[in-house]
């Protein structure tokens, strides 16, 4: 789904470790030194000395089912800012809307041309959906998609609307012209439905979350069984936890990182950049 | 507070990328190239062309602040499936007890000497707590830290008491023998209690989780305000909830994994290990 995972091009090292770490997904989250190789794209000997340098260090587990990411590596990946600043803001007012509805509560950001779900609260009782921490869905299909896209850069959109979109149920939205009406109307009303579009049987109302005037951070949505008749009584609700989370944001001065790192400025790499 | 972690030795460039990951902790997020230089105990060149490196590929982002872990590790690092399976099934009750309670609750699983904080449920009126995600608190002085400390091999109950512990506030109980008479105690009750020990004014009723009979996986925890009178009355909703998670982990067939990753036979390594 990442469309960004590169294939290990150029000779460093780091990039085939990366190979190696990419090679794994929701989809795949154990793969045997053969399917590492082949995913990794790499010689089955350098694959195999990288991995288990990897599992040596914790960042990759073996057992009997072949690798798999290490705890090592969920415990340094806890420490992204991007994300944890906001979720640590996030999660008591996602609590409350879960007191206040029992039902799935979802946290994302934009990430690229998808959406990132960084956080999640799941009750017993709620609907079942497909999204997961770390999982990623396209935006035109989801609720906090489209609450994202709607306050996205001009050329975000037009190149998320370029591109052919997936109709994932009858009633996906795919036509650029329909949904550039459909975000006209988040900006309009501060609310994104998503009807069944990702998955039949499953509605989504969002919102999004501004950290500034026009500058959104993140979205927040409520994820409900399309059997629900009283979805237009969650609006409020859903409205008003973003408000408070995005008042909070700028009471505490959350400032969002740029989607795209920084890069090091080439003078200095020249200067530095030195063999290992 | 992580004592496992090594220093950089061995000439491997897996070893050096460890390293400079290993360098990020929960107090030291954010790093300057100088501070990741030191920390990862490598020259500042070659610290600074594999963080370049990692920073091309989103594992690192480097912004106004210096370097810190990047959205890309956290995601990838959310795949661990030691975790991800245990989280996927105790969250749900996880969040009953929360329901029934308001309060903190945490699940934490044995991780070398200390307990490694894996899901936390908080409300806004919740106790403040010390514990994170993937944070790690000492085993001698937390509720869950007990569970698990009471049915771990006794060469690993052994290690643990023979150590200097630590005191962190006037409660904290440290003495060997005392501290075994806790865990027979908590062998006996099925339950684990904090009072103080680990931070005044919060204290935390624990429960291991049991995949098998004497086979503990996991702990949950309730965490509240030392003020709270009623703290005994909290014991059997966590008991409750930790048997209906044990009999779930039983029914789905939960197979942990070992704590020490499968090391690869040195027959295949010496055949395959070759240079990249």
Redesign the interface.
């Known amino acids: 789904m990442a469309e960004?995972k590169a294939a290990p091009q150029g000779k460093?090292?780091?990039?085939?470790?990366?190979a190696i770490?990419?090679a794994?997904?929701?989809e795949t989250?154990?793969l045997s030194l053969q399917a590492l190789t082949e995913r990794a794209g790499l010689p089955?000997?350098?694959t195999?000395?990288?991995a288990?340098?990897?599992?040596?260090?914790?960042?990759?587990?073996?057992?009997p089912g072949g690798y798999?990411?290490?705890?090592r590596?969920?415990?340094?990946?806890?420490?992204?800012?991007?994300?944890?600043q906001l979720r640590?803001l996030a999660?008591?007012?996602m609590?409350?809307l879960?007191?206040a509805t029992k039902e799935n509560i979802h946290l994302a950001v934009l990430?690229g041309h998808e959406a990132?779900y960084i956080e999640r609260?799941?009750?017993?009782r709620a609907a079942r959906v497909v999204t997961?921490?770390?999982g990623r869905l396209p935006l035109h299909a989801t609720g906090v998609g489209k609450a994202l896209l709607a306050y996205a850069p001009p050329e975000l959109v037009a190149e998320v609307l370029s591109k052919n979109l997936k109709r994932y149920t009858a009633h996906t939205v795919i036509a650029p012209a329909q949904l550039r009406r459909k975000l006209t109307e988040v900006r309009r009303t501060g609310l994104a439905f998503a009807l069944e579009e990702m998955s039949l049987g499953t509605v989504s109302v969002a919102a999004p979350i501004f950290s500034a005037p026009e500058t959104t951070v993140a979205a927040l949505a409520v994820v409900v069984r399309s059997s629900r008749k009283d979805i237009q009584r969650l609006a409020p609700a859903v409205r008003a936890t973003a408000n408070s989370l995005s008042r909070i944001l700028r009471e505490q001065g959350f400032e969002p990182?740029?989607q795209v790192?920084?890069?090091?400025r080439s003078r200095?790499?020249s200067s530095?950049?030195?063999a290992?």
């Open positions: 960004s460093s090292v780091t990039s085939k470790v990366a770490l990419d794994f997904s929701a989250p154990r089955q000997s350098t195999y000395r990288l288990s340098e990897l599992v040596e260090w914790g960042g990759l587990e073996h057992g798999q990411i290490g705890l590596l969920w415990e340094i990946g806890e420490l992204a800012r991007r994300g944890e640590d999660l008591p007012f609590q409350d879960y007191d990430d990132l609260i799941t009750g017993r997961r921490r770390g990182l740029s790192p920084e890069r090091p200095v790499a530095h950049s030195m290992v």
